[in-house]
Structure formats: structure tokens, C-alpha cells
């Protein structure tokens, strides 16, 4: 059994307010990525290759809108073919909304 987060796994903290924040490189590569929301909103993310720019849901569906749930532990795969580079993410919350989204990446089971 292989272990999903080593005991002292990068954690890269993002500060979210109701503007997208800077699209920032994720921690480490791994097949799998942990978000956990502080709260004290929900927030929304994209991740993926190059630059990205979170989004808040709407009428059309994307994939830069993923929710984090404030107080949640969310733990999400990355498909193998995003595994050549390292991966980018950004996070917004809806207006009046603000939270600190903890990132880790691991290998999974």
C-alpha cells in the first residue's frame, strides 16, 4: 500500500477573495490533489496545464469552476495525461465570499 500523503507533504496555502487569484504552480506532481477549504466560504477552483483563471459557475459548464466546500477536505484525482508538467491552479469565491485553500499533492494508492 502506498501512502496518499507522507507526513510532511508540500502544502501551498491560497489566499481566495472574489477575484480570481494568480493562477500559482501546485506544489509537487502526484496523481492525486488534496483542497482544504479553512473557510469560512466555498470556493471554486481550475487545474490544469499552463495559466489558470478560476471561474464561478454559471449557465454554461466549465472545468475552472470545481467547488470547495468551506470546511471540507477534498481529496481529487489528476488524469495521467496532465502528469508530464507541473500543474497550475487558481481559486475565487463569490463576491463578499473569502477563504484559505490549503494544496497538497500525492501519489494515491
Known sequence: MIDIFP???LT??????ATA?????????GK???LVNEGP???FVAIG?????ATL??????????PVLAGSDLILSIPDPLL???LSISAICRAGGTCTLDVQCGEGL
Do not use: D, E, F, M
Request: proline fraction near 12%.
Open 7 to 9: 507526513a510532511r507533504a
Open 12 to 17: 501551498l496555502p491560497v489566499t481566495v477573495t
Open 21 to 29: 487569484s494568480t493562477s500559482a504552480a501546485l506544489p509537487a506532481l
Open 32 to 34: 492525486i490533489v488534496r
Open 41 to 43: 466560504s466555498n470556493c
Open 49 to 53: 496545464n499552463g495559466s489558470q483563471t
Open 57 to 66: 459557475p454559471n449557465a454554461t459548464p466549465t472545468g475552472t469552476s470545481t
Open 84 to 86: 508530464t508538467t507541473p
